[in-house]
């Protein structure tokens, strides 16, 4: 049996993100600049569905897969390199750069700063899985587990870099501390703006709708801001989707003001986070349609639904945050209580929607567990 789903309809309003400073901000920036000088860079491959969506009942099913983001397995590095980079700018020389992380953003900050010859200090929550550890340290950087939950490891990142003279690299932003939070949001515009080809010319979105994963909301707060400044009301609609009880976006929006919760039990780890950041929450309030959560055992299927894709469509390797788009999108198909935000959506058989997936298989070990098998085992 199921948990249950949860979900808000929420009144967007397009131009309200705008009027967010860090909206302009990240408008303004250009990161992909930046990113395209980075050896190796390439934009990660946009791929098509096509057998899933008939089978689901749309148009067309789009997957960008930020597996192959510089190696890292998660689209984490496109913040940290340019907050990193643009940090060095200001401040030439040797620097220790700090954060807290489940796992992918503490990769992403060991891999820039070893692309700068910085060093780095990765705190984790008790509870992280290994592998993520390890690779971690392969980066180059230094590793300390916290007894606590998510939040409270930023918070004692945040307190050794203080005491210690750390640059604190971390993509949530509470009072005083907003200027790199800011910065690795404009670095996640740089994955919207690789699709302007495909999905998103000038003339109107190629999509209905985006889904777009959540933990403190960063990333998908950027995300909003770029429709929001590219197409104003004609913006897609926009799903953010969360784990059950790690669901802070949408309890913020059921209260119309910015929450806290505690942990959740989720194997999605990279979503599991107690507070929206104070620069994403007005962006997501302003300009998000629907706020959705999601169980484990969805996350589960959409796992196993990617690894093996029906006859034409292209194998996706998907971590439990990755996935969660696809699984929101198949909690909404199939269960008859989100019947009233399927119909908000208006998901038919015109419908055109882009999912995201945001990470690979970085815990291997729990990858194979669920699909049956390992990353580079063949389809069939």
Same mark, same amino acid.
């Given at each position: ?65 930020? &597996?192959? +983001?510089?190696?890292? /397995?998660?689209?984490?590095? $496109?913040?940290?390199?340019? !907050?990193?980079?643009? =940090?060095? @700018? ?66 004692? &990142?945040? +307190?050794?870099?203080? /005491?210690?003279?750390?640059? $604190?690299?971390?993509?949530? !932003?509470?009072?005083? =501390?907003? @200027? ?201």
């Amino acid at each position: 049996m199921r948990e249950a789903c949860d979900f808000f309809i929420n009144p967007r309003n397009p131009a309200g993100v705008l009027e967010s400073p860090v909206a302009q901000f990240c408008l303004g920036e250009d990161a992909l600049d930046f990113h395209r000088k980075i050896p190796g860079y390439a934009p990660t491959p946009l791929l098509q569905l096509p057998g899933l969506a008939a089978e689901l009942g749309l148009a067309a099913l789009y997957v960008k897969d930020e &597996a192959h +983001r510089f190696g890292t /397995k998660a689209f984490k590095a $496109l913040g940290a390199s340019y !907050a990193i980079h643009r =940090y060095i @700018e200001d401040n030439p020389g040797d620097h220790v750069f700090c954060t807290a992380s489940d796992g992918n953003h503490g990769m992403a900050v060991a891999w820039s700063a070893r692309l700068f010859d910085q060093k780095a200090e990765v705190f984790m929550p008790r509870g992280t899985v290994p592998a993520r550890v390890r690779r971690i340290v392969d980066f180059g950087a230094r590793v300390t587990v916290v007894d606590g939950d998510y939040d409270a490891t930023v918070r004692t &990142a945040a +307190r050794e870099a203080e /005491k210690r003279g750390w640059v $604190l690299v971390q993509d949530t !932003a509470w009072e005083l =501390y907003v @200027e790199i939070p800011a910065r690795i949001m404009a670095g996640y515009v740089t994955m919207f703006r690789e699709l302007e080809e495909e999905l998103f010319p000038p003339g109107g979105p190629g999509v209905n709708a985006v889904f777009l994963q959540a933990g403190v909301g960063s990333w998908a707060a950027a995300a909003v801001a770029y429709l929001a400044g590219r197409y104003g009301d004609r913006m897609p609609k926009i799903v953010c989707v969360e784990p059950v009880g790690a669901d802070c976006c949408l309890a913020s929006a059921r209260a119309g003001r910015r929450v806290s919760l505690p942990g959740a039990e989720t194997i999605m780890a990279g979503l599991n986070c107690g507070t929206p950041s104070l620069l994403a929450w007005p962006i997501l309030a302003a300009g998000t349609d629907l706020f959705l959560t999601l169980t484990d055992d969805y996350a589960r299927e959409a796992m196993r639904a990617y690894f093996l894709p029906l006859d034409g469509d292209p194998r996706v390797i998907s971590g439990e945050s990755g996935a969660a788009g696809l699984a929101a999108l198949f909690a909404l198909l199939r269960t008859p209580e989100l019947e009233e935000p399927r119909g908000f959506l208006g998901l038919d058989a015109t419908s055109r929607v882009l999912l995201v997936n945001t990470e690979g298989d970085t815990d291997p070990a729990g990858f194979s567990k669920i699909v049956g098998a390992r990353a580079t085992t063949p389809p069939g």
